[in-house]
């Protein structure tokens, strides 16, 4: 099943998110982006093309950066108006999460294989204190 993908964000993130997904794994135009509040322009027409863009036959992914934001406020309401289920919304972003779902290797996206990979994905505060104690041996630590 075709997979559509875009990152709505407050500020350049969603740029940012982009360049990075071109630069590991080149995929940074499989993503559309839209960089909210950077001009006084209205986005809402841009995510209305992207919902319309994802077929029946389709599955949409939407990225935004803040759970509760207006971002995501206007993304969830004009998901909603459009009724379509094959459109997920995922908030509170981040770079490993979007990359999973777009290199994702599974046909079709459920709410299961989101929810794997989200919790897969999560902010990991990490441990600076090396298995030998030595600052040398930093293989071991990674």
């Excluded at 500020?11 to 630069?23: D, N, R, T």
């Excluded at 908030?91 to 999973?100: D, E, F, G, K, M």
Aim: aromatic share 6%; charged share 20%.
């Amino acid at each position: 099943m075709k997979k559509k993908f875009l990152i709505a964000s407050h500020g350049k993130l969603a740029a940012g998110l982009q360049s990075s997904l071109e630069i590991l794994a080149n995929k940074g135009k499989d993503v559309e982006i839209i960089n909210a509040y950077l001009t006084e322009e209205d986005y809402t027409p841009k995510i209305t093309a992207f919902i319309a863009s994802v077929q029946s036959d389709e599955q949409g992914v939407i990225f935004t950066d803040l759970f509760g934001g207006s971002v995501n406020q206007k993304v969830v309401n004009q998901v909603l108006t459009a009724k379509k289920d094959n459109i997920f919304v995922i908030s509170n972003t981040n770079l490993p999460i979007v990359l999973s779902l777009l290199l994702s290797p599974d046909d079709t996206l459920t709410r299961e294989n989101i929810t794997a990979t989200i919790r897969d994905g999560q902010v990991t505060l990490l441990s600076l204190t090396l298995p030998t104690g030595k600052t040398d041996d930093l293989d071991a630590f990674f």
